[in-house]
């Protein structure tokens, strides 16, 4: 009887679970605008303006990404797009090196 009630919302359910990190990073992104830009002009010394660009392409293409996702349009092209806004800041905030990030 559960099941029959709910299993209208679990893909919803489950397809959250899987953004949420997304989701999350890109609203503390919002919210910590000047702390990102700060600290990525800081690391690159690339200016305010291409640290801007940098913090908008992260916070447009993860809340883009996971409202793709959640709406189920696009759905591979939002995965390739969170896939690619993974690997852009493994580069832009030096995780690759760290091997205890690597590992969690």
């Known amino acids: 009887q559960f ?26 992104m919002w919210f910590q605008w000047g702390e990102q830009r700060d600290y990525i002009d800081g690391t690159w010394n690339c200016g305010y303006f291409l640290a801007s660009i940098f913090v908008f392409v ?9 409202i793709l996702v959640l709406s189920r349009n696009f759905v591979q092209y939002a995965c390739f797009g969170l896939f690619g806004i993974i690997a852009l800041q493994t580069i832009a905030y030096s995780i690759l090196w760290d091997l205890k990030f690597l590992m969690r």
């Open 3 to 28: 099941l029959r009630v709910t299993k209208q919302y679990l893909p919803h359910v489950a397809r959250l679970c899987l953004i949420s990190t997304f989701l999350e990073d890109g609203i503390r």
């Open 58 to 66: 992260n916070l447009f293409g993860q809340l883009s990404g996971c």
